[in-house]
């Protein structure tokens, strides 16, 4: 079994700032890329921003100059620190891995979500 758990959402004024951390644990043998996800009410869930194993990193352009994707490889954790939030940002933001399990299968999980509000 694998477990995605995030952490760090919370309520922010526009123009705050806060990071989010998302911990796997479970039967993992090693983990590929690692991102972030939001939903926000009545819209389909979209991309924030994806790191490979390697620390390559890619941004959806909503996000880019203001959030910072990062990982931590030996606590297969995933970072974001989001800067300059502003009320379009409110939303459950979720953390997905693609990952090998000790079953030699490869598989993406995702986590339950933490909600950021951000306030104008």
């Known amino acids: 079994q694998v477990q995605l758990v995030e952490s760090g959402g919370g309520l922010v004024q526009a123009g705050g700032s806060l990071r989010l951390s998302c911990v796997a644990s479970g039967t993992i043998f090693s983990i590929n890329g690692m991102g972030w996800y939001r939903q926000a009410p009545g819209k389909q869930r979209e991309l924030v921003a994806v790191?490979?194993?390697?620390?390559?990193?890619e941004y959806s352009d909503f996000v880019k100059g203001r959030f910072t994707i990062s990982r931590d490889n030996a606590k297969n954790t995933v970072y974001l620190q989001m800067n300059s939030l502003r009320s379009e940002d409110t939303a459950l933001y979720y953390c997905?891995?693609?990952?090998?399990?000790?079953?030699?299968?490869?598989?993406?999980?995702w986590g339950q979500g933490t909600q950021v509000t951000v306030s104008s």
């Open positions: 997905n891995a693609d990952l090998w399990d000790y079953t030699n299968s490869r598989r993406t999980y």
């Open positions: 790191i490979k194993r390697g620390g390559s990193t």
